[in-house]
């Protein structure tokens, strides 16, 4: 927390290199989640935009609060995706019925044969339903608690929950035939 | 399929209600749901970040920072820019550490012998804020751990790396590929935006040959093209005690607590304490590209004497005797790694089965003794029946009644072993009724999560002293929880073979277990041989 203060109050008194640091350290992680959980091919200007939002409204974070700096950052974020999707008259896919984005990727049969478990791992994600594939993204791969993801998708945290399973169980469903297989087998170093 | 799967992922959660885990623990495939959805939560732990390098800065360059006017400073806080800078770099250091503590932030991915404090490491061991962690690579593998937030750490053999405050190299070499990651080493603190070598030798004045990078696979693992670096620069690396740091690609700084910051670019390298840079020397043929280093090392000498200050000191027929010992021991080490390699594959061309599934040998048992590992080959451990093909009883004539008679053997004795680990678990307090539902390696782990401090690696070794003959056997009954649960599996390995050999006989017995198309189990709880105090 005390970091966080120093942070804070560094951005407040904008200093350039803390600006710099403060993306440096966030420009990756949030350019991955709003490349896995929002609209295709948009991630670079997406993740700039976000990221001008954030060094305007960081200085609201507060260092006393109960949210650590990267849980606040990523609530802004999911709260700005979401905020994002309306703007662009993107429904949110209903929880039980789903919504596969469809954004021309191969299926993950497709990489079973030939590519690597990320590649086919990173294809089966894009084709979860929305909700499922952010909150999985969410939780499972930058480890956002529940409880706050819960709340900004205004869903109790069981919902959240059976929202996981589902999302891990279809991962698991696409991914066994390649996880059965083993991993490709290494060149041979010379 | 995804159903099942759900249900697997509920029930490993403990959140499948109580009417539904019977139906599904009868389903015979939950473990190998399990596994499944383990390996998948892995895969997802060790997705990388999707933007570095020059895309990461032309993302950066695109923001627009919001225009502020800069509070002034008082001066007694920050009297010199010098301070300044060490302030930043301790708050971006200190950042490193928050996120490198943070839950399941980062995923180890063993390749051989990798222990962690002193336990070994399992597969796609997730590494969280737990206390004290150290990381240590034995002789003959290497590890990786990747973090979706940080980015990704090779380790090659000898490597030890700890968690206590933030990531802290202790000794041996680190191949790094991160955005701003920051970790110390030898009381400097380093921050690599990039791809670096770290090599941290703990000993002042060691020579010591390190072929690490020769061993890295081109990046097939990491999803990254990893660049190699000279064998040159790695052995002028290691000549001296004490940090040295190579930026292969981007940039990283090192500080230490009373030493200015030093910034170096791609292609530069540091020794800690240096006040400047300097440059390996790039990779100018195959050989260099992960090769046996040439005599063109002589050409080098300044790579080596900007390593260490030692060397600045010594004469050319100096500098060159130091290279003639270095490459000798690497190709002393060469030869003894042929050598183990030809053994190896003798004994596969002998057509002597890799592994032995039948009684261990004596020089086995002392082997796994000197490792501190204990073996069990039976399958009670697995809840699964023992099985064999055709091929495998036409090869021993197995009957009919002889193959139900096998069976009844191992059913019984995964039977007796699985009543002495609910009894030993209810004697510990356990809860039998929860037992009773949990897979058979489920108990047994949750016995060993239940012991205290080394317990687990002082029973897996006192089991395989006494197994060896090296130390007197522990009167019966006596020994902690996790020893006796332990015990009684080398029990009940012995026993079954034992109740073969009558039915079958030795000859029979081996030929059946050690057939290829029998079921094999191969379990190997290893923890290291004890540190000296």
Same mark, same amino acid.
């Given at each position: 927390m005390e970091l966080d203060r120093l942070t804070v109050e560094r951005l407040r008194r904008g200093e350039r290199d803390a600006q710099d640091a403060f993306l440096r350290r966030y420009a990756p992680v949030l350019h991955s989640f709003v490349r896995r959980a929002g609209p295709p091919g948009a991630a670079d200007d997406l993740t700039q935009e976000l990221l001008e939002k954030l060094l305007t409204v !960081?200085?609201?974070?507060?260092?006393?609060?109960?949210?650590?700096l990267t849980t606040w950052v990523f609530t802004v974020a999911h709260r700005w995706l979401l905020d994002e999707k309306k703007r662009r008259h993107l429904e949110v896919a209903p929880l039980e019925e789903g919504m596969d984005v469809v954004d021309g990727r191969e299926s993950p049969d497709v990489h !079973?044969?030939?590519?690597q478990l990320e590649a086919a791992l990173e294809s089966a994600l894009q084709q979860l339903p929305e909700a499922q594939r952010r909150v999985f993204v969410l939780t499972q791969v930058h480890h956002q608690p529940l409880e706050a993801v819960a709340e900004v998708e205004r869903v109790p945290v069981g919902t959240l929950k059976s929202r996981l399973h589902r999302a891990r169980a279809t991962l698991a469903a696409a991914l066994e035939p390649l996880l059965h297989r083993g991993p490709p087998v290494k060149a041979k170093e010379t | 399929m995804t159903d099942e799967f759900e249900k697997a992922s509920r029930f490993r959660e403990n959140e499948l209600p109580p009417d539904e885990v019977g139906a599904l623990q009868a389903s015979g495939t939950l473990n190998e749901k399990l596994k499944v959805l383990d390996a998948v939560d892995a895969a997802v732990g060790a997705l990388p970040n999707s933007l570095c390098g020059e895309q990461l800065e032309a993302l950066l360059d695109r923001v627009k920072r919001p225009a502020r006017e800069a509070t002034p400073v008082k001066r007694r806080w920050l009297p010199t820019a010098a301070a300044a800078t060490a302030a930043a770099l301790i708050a971006a250091v200190a950042v490193g550490a928050v996120a490198a503590t943070q839950r399941r932030a980062w995923t180890a991915v063993p390749t051989g012998q990798v222990l962690l404090d002193g336990e070994p490491l399992l597969q796609h061991h997730r590494l969280g804020a737990h206390g004290h962690w150290s990381l240590e690579v034995g002789p003959e593998s290497t590890a990786q751990l990747v973090s979706p937030a940080q980015g990704a750490l090779r380790l090659p053999a000898g490597t030890q790396l700890s968690?206590?405050?933030?990531?802290?190299?202790?000794r041996g070499n680190l191949l790094v590929s991160a955005n701003g990651l920051t970790l110390s080493a030898g009381g400097q603190h380093v921050s690599v935006d990039g791809t670096a070598v770290l090599s941290m030798e703990p000993a002042e004045g060691v020579v010591r040959v390190t072929d690490?990078?020769?061993?890295?696979?081109?990046g097939a693992q990491m999803k990254s093209q990893w660049m190699r670096m000279s064998s040159v620069a790695v052995t002028a690396a290691v000549a001296g005690g004490g940090l040295t740091l190579f930026v292969l690609d981007g940039n990283a700084r090192m500080m230490g607590e009373n030493t200015p910051e030093l910034r170096l670019a791609a292609g530069e390298s540091a020794h800690a304490g240096d006040g400047k840079p300097g440059r390996w020397k790039a990779p100018q043929s195959s050989a260099a590209l992960g090769g046996t280093p040439t005599r063109s090392f002589e050409a080098t000498p300044s790579d080596l004497q900007k390593g260490d200050a030692r060397l600045r000191a010594m004469s050319q027929p100096e500098l060159v005797a130091l290279v003639e010992k270095v490459l000798d021991e690497k190709e002393a080490l060469a030869r003894e790694r042929e050598a183990l390699k030809k053994k190896v594959a003798d004994l596969d061309d002998d057509g002597?089965?890799?592994?032995?599934?039948?009684r261990l040998q004596p020089e086995e048992l002392l082997e796994s003794a000197r490792k501190g590992e204990l073996r069990l080959r039976g399958p009670?451990?697995?809840d699964a029946e023992f099985k064999a093909d055709t091929k495998a009883k036409e090869a021993v004539s197995l009957t009919p009644a002889e193959e139900a008679k096998v069976k009844e053997i191992f059913n019984a004795s995964r039977d007796r072993a699985r009543a002495k680990l609910l009894a030993i678990y209810k004697e510990i307090g356990g809860d039998p009724d929860s037992a009773a539902s949990w897979s058979t390696s489920t108990l047994l782990g949750e016995l060993r999560s239940k012991g205290l401090g080394t317990e687990y690696g002082d029973a897996i070794r006192q089991l395989a002293n006494e197994r060896a003959g090296l130390v007197a056997s522990t009167p019966e009954g006596a020994g902690s929880a996790i020893y006796r649960a332990y015990r009684t599996y080398i029990e009940e390995d012995d026993r079954t073979l034992s109740e073969l050999e009558r039915l079958l006989g030795p000859r029979r017995t081996e030929e059946l277990l050690n057939h290829e198309n029998t079921s094999h189990s191969n379990h190997t709880f290893g923890v290291g041989p004890a540190k000296p105090k």
């Open positions: !960081v200085e609201r974070f507060s260092p006393d609060g109960p949210a650590q !079973v044969h030939g590519r | 968690f206590e405050q933030g990531l802290r190299l202790d690490v990078l020769n061993q890295f696979p081109s002597h089965p890799a592994r032995n599934y039948y009670q451990l697995e």
